[in-house]
């Protein structure tokens, strides 16, 4: 299977939102609402190149949407993967992608945040080495900041 990641086009967006909101549908009871990739603008912001899509052949397998909010960082505001296309490496590769662009642009670090209420998601980039920075309440939101360095190539 050749996995490819590419700029999202403005024909993916529904496939986006479909997949985003699949893959977040369950943390809506845990939180008590739509997280907010679930309320994001997808079409905004795949017209501006923050997005980019990971398929196989012609099915979307995930979503990361990457934006520079910090001068020295990269941030991932959105990763999302197929939930039939979960345990295949598909995140691991989704984070080497975002770390190339980093180095690319001279960032040392990836940076996101999370829910504090979404604990296997924090576990998860726990174990891919982000260290929580830092929590803040906004918007009814109780969101974990995360980062990590970028490795050298």
């Known amino acids: 299977m050749a996995v490819s990641i590419r700029l999202a086009q403005a024909e993916d967006v ?5 997949l985003i909101d699949a893959a977040y549908q369950h943390y809506v009871p845990i939180i ?8 994001d603008d997808h079409a905004a912001r795949t017209a501006r190149g923050e997005n980019f899509v990971c398929k196989d052949d012609d099915a979307l397998l995930a979503v990361i ?3 520079q909010e910090q001068p ?10 197929h939930l039939d296309a979960q ?18 642009g001279g960032l040392p670090l990836l940076t996101l945040y999370t829910n504090q209420l979404m604990t296997r998601n924090r576990a998860i980039y726990a174990r ?25 190539a």
């Open 87 to 104: 345990g295949r490496g598909l995140l691991r590769q989704l984070l080497a992608f975002a770390e190339a662009k980093a180095r690319d």
């Open 65 to 67: 949407a990457l934006t």
């Open 72 to 81: 020295a960082a990269l941030h991932i505001f959105n990763i999302a993967v």
């Open 128 to 152: 891919l080495g982000f260290a929580e920075v830092g929590t803040e309440e906004a918007n009814g939101y109780k969101i974990v900041f995360m980062q990590r360095p970028v490795a050298i």
């Open 32 to 39: 008590g609402g739509k997280p907010r990739p679930m309320l």
């Open 14 to 18: 529904p496939a986006i939102a479909d």
